[in-house]
């Protein structure tokens, strides 16, 4: 049997590189040379054992590389084809995918998120892809993998959470949180159209990313209360669309608290402990508020939209790779990455 | 200077009759002489301390009546045409009206929400009505009063829970609580299509009524839980849409811990003390689940489609109003209703 | 090699029953044994050979059976579950599919429907199902074929004529023409809250059966003018959504007559010779009109929320099928429905 | 009684200056001193006598102005502030105002289009605005005219038609016709996060400027099949949205050829004379193809939103403004205008 490097889960504390046989290729499935891949945010809470996962599995669901494998049912790819695949790979035939609910896929919450969580994941020589059909994309031969490395996760649900927020043409949106997330939906509220993109976060230099990528006005919490500052920038009106990209009660909270009435709160974030809705800013359930969660959206033909962002030119989120290390020094790589050293934003990991 | 009757907010726990003078119209607004009104939880709130308004305040926002007097900047009325007036009065004309936001007319929360609230309300002989051009629909001679007594604030806000629920042909939609709103919202599920509507309560009559308004399947919580319940209906599924329509921390969770993964939590009630959101059935934010508020639906052209909707008959809402009282024995009705007495749901009031 | 019994296509004028293998089932099929089916007005196109499609090929897209067989990559079925199929078989997990556009299966104009289109159709003791994971739904128990047998197309079209129009509570809705297809609209109208809802056709019976799903207002187009017609019942002010239900210049040009600005033509007629827009009722292109075609709405999902409604009750549309023939006499039945005899609406052919 | 100069419509072909009155203001009236304003291309169409009004009437409907006078029941502004209008003048508070149909105003087709259609326009000293609450929005005072010139019709009609094309990030975007109107929908597209925005035009100027505001790819028709260039552009897949911005049979057409089934056309042109569906690029019907037309939203709300457009600096729409005359010279500027002589793509004209 062969065998393949994978970085795996083994218990909170501890995720380290195994020896695993490469997977068997059933008739609806792809398997997927990795070539680059890299870490999220939520692999670091798998880390310290905030989100369970079972001990033995690979980790890693942000996968770029190149087919090694077709299985008998799924056409018009070949062998040798650069591809990505989404972090979130719905079957696109089940009712909830059918109905347009693809991250939710199969039904249980959160179904459409297999790879590192309840399947195994990418970072790792080889990726099994379940419902391949649904979920290669080819890369065009002019990209590079880091240049599309965002695409599967944090691009998709950054611009998600811009989406969700149904920004216009001319809103005014506030941004709580400039991690990868933060930094991709400000970037997203700013392909819809928003013209007052209001960044808040307390470290200087993601402030400064986010302005690059689109952000009009940034605010450092630890040098302003960001609430009074937001209904001051916009003359006590409050944001059309606050997006909270955290998964704090504080976070979430500020977002309510300069949301106009009428406005969508639109959360990103993965929370913990407790999550209130402050009555006050909440007009006691009076005030039209909506709040609307987005999980990350997967498939193929999402992946080939982000793909033809990067092509395009209109966004460029490569400089949010401040790091590159090899497969076999992914350890490395976490603890750098967990403990947001030197700057790091994301990195990027080729076995 | 004239005066009228007018049932006035005079203290925490105390609403009376007293005399006040008949209101004086500005350019833009009408006088209506009420013929008949009703009220509403929210009243009861007002008189129980809840909702706090300023001590003098004429209460109601359910008015039916006839023109009295038009302001010269008001066209296409005339005296004499019988009206009915939305519970909310928009203008129209300002920055969130224009851009839908009738609700939040103005721009400050509940905005839109005047009579009884911010301005005198209609439990009184007239009724000042402030932009008149947008808030008078003249009611057609075949239907009484009793009839549309319900438009203006109920059916609005509970068929207005139905629509924020985007309800599909052939969903399953559950309704927490079937008060007069609730069973409204009961009644709006029904005309937006849903095949499975599931009505919980703890009040048979109140269960046979939801029946009689639409609902396949009615809980009383009294004897079954409404979660294992509505997961079992649903085979495990969940709903489409969960109606919250009471104001409370264990229905708006109920909602959720029925909810399909990506479905709506379309919330009627009005909360007080603490709400939160339980980050089990949240799926810790990554369900895709949407939290929506609306707050009643306003303006002549919402009432102009609820008379059509009366008028057509395809809903029957007159079982609603069980009581019946002249304005002189509003305190009784007060009495009555606050205290949910002889299976009140709805009053008449006719001064 | 097995045979069976299938109505084939062999010239334009000449549909007539053969035998031919029975197919083989491949990784992702499913064969379904045929126990009720029924004849569509696009069959009839078809046999006339106006709308053309290979000869040698097996009409008919709308099955009710058994499973017989199932590829090895369907799971979560079983052979000898009683089962529907839609018109339209989405493969879920193209492009277009993952779009949300199934039925624009593949991404060529009008992909998603196969069945006696693209591939062998139902009207034959067997039918291969492609994409069967995405297509089979199972009739639960308590429900006759013919309870289900308007499911796959008629149903699933005209609903969709009335959620394209996206009809709001209280809307003004006209229906131009009252065959099946048209009838199930006026019964999505119904669904969808209109409360004015009126059906135009020249049959006195149809109309009948029009008000018996839920039109309001009948007009038989040889006694009246309908434009003048309708004009006066809204008062002059044109219906918000008008459904074209036939596939001609003169009812497509009807509907934008009716129609208000800002309202939407919902089109689910298949046209043929030349189709204009009158500018004098386009307003020149500046009245905010919509125009939207649906082609039936495929796929399990969409089937089990059809067979929800069924189930429930809310809308009953079993007298649509006035004629029953056997698979045998199939070409009687071609001649009978093509020729619209003896007041006949939909038939059931059961092998 | 005091008069002013005003560009008025005599007969086709001929707009001279007049001295007319100085309007009076009613109660809910606002007079504007005009400071700059603008020809359309309908301006054009009226002067020609193919769009026809009454002789006598103002021409024009693009105003940047200050308040002279106020209605008495006008609040919130002042006399002397900057202010400019829309083209649109809603009154926010008829049924369709109140549904959202703001550009359908009274409930007759066009009805939101005033200035210069049904009441006299701009192109004069002075200005009386209707319904002045719904429709003054006030310039910040570190914007010129000029900057904020283009908001009141082609940056709202052309942004309008990327709005109503329901444009996704990463989509194929192809506008026909680079006029003042074409242009700014590509720039509205960009807003939009198109990803391929596709501009054709037989002017290398105006394709010059497209490329300045956001197309990627541009087609000289007179070069090349648009249809053809498209087609291969999108790999045979079609475009997502498709604008037509001029009026004629064939960019409409065209429009329909390169979409793909399932997009939508977005309207904007003119039309005159004939308009015709290709049948076999409209799929018969079945194509789930949306047509969609858009007049120039108004209102007040709208212009701030432009205007913060404006200001955040992500659009710069003044090169648009390519020749500048006086009042007493509109008739040679409408010679100018009409002719596009000397690269025109838009006048700015002072009073």
């Given at each position: 049997m062969k065998t393949m490097k994978a970085a795996v889960f083994v218990r909170p504390g501890k995720i380290e590189l195994q020896e695993k046989p490469i997977p068997k290729v059933g008739p609806t499935d792809a398997l997927v040379k990795i070539t680059t891949t890299t870490i999220c945010g939520t692999d670091v809470h798998i880390l310290k054992g905030e989100y369970p996962v079972k001990p033995g599995l690979t980790i890693g669901h942000e996968p770029v590389g190149v087919i090694a494998e077709l299985g008998?049912?799924?056409?018009g790819y070949q062998v040798g084809q650069r591809v990505i695949v989404g972090a979130i790979t719905p079957c696109g035939q089940c009712n909830p995918c059918l109905s347009g609910d693809h991250s939710q896929c199969g039904g249980h919450a959160i179904g459409g998120w297999k790879f590192g969580n309840s399947i195994d994941g990418c970072q790792a020589e080889y990726l099994l892809v379940p419902n391949a059909q649904a979920n290669l994309t080819v890369i065009p031969s002019n990209l590079t993998d880091e240049q599309v490395l965002?695409?599967?996760?944090i691009m998709s649900t950054g611009f998600g959470g811009a989406e969700s927020g149904q920004i216009r043409i001319g809103d005014s949106v506030a941004i709580f949180a400039q991690g990868p997330i933060g930094l991709c939906a400000t970037a997203g509220a700013h392909l819809r159209g928003a013209s007052q993109i209001i960044a808040i976060d307390g470290n200087p230099r993601r402030l400064e990313m986010a302005k690059s990528l689109g952000a009009h006005i940034t605010i450092d919490y630890s040098k302003n209360n960001p609430i009074e500052a937001i209904m001051d920038l916009t003359g006590g009106r409050g944001v059309d669309v606050a997006i909270e990209a955290l998964g704090t009660q504080q976070t979430f909270e500020s977002c309510l608290r300069v949301l106009r009435p009428g406005g969508v709160l639109s959360s990103l974030g993965v929370y913990s402990g407790k999550l209130t809705l402050p009555l006050d800013a909440f007009a006691a359930g009076l005030g039209d508020h909506k709040v609307v969660t987005t999980l990350c959206p997967g498939g193929k033909e999402r992946m080939r939209r982000l793909i033809n962002v990067v092509e395009s030119?209109?966004?460029?989120?490569?400089?949010?790779?401040t790091h590159r290390f090899k497969l076999d020094d992914i350890e490395k790589a976490y603890d750098l990455f967990a403990n947001q050293r030197d700057g790091v934003l994301k990195v990027a990991i080729t076995p």
């Open positions: 008998m049912a799924v056409g965002m695409c599967p996760d030119g209109i966004v460029d989120l490569k400089p949010l790779v």
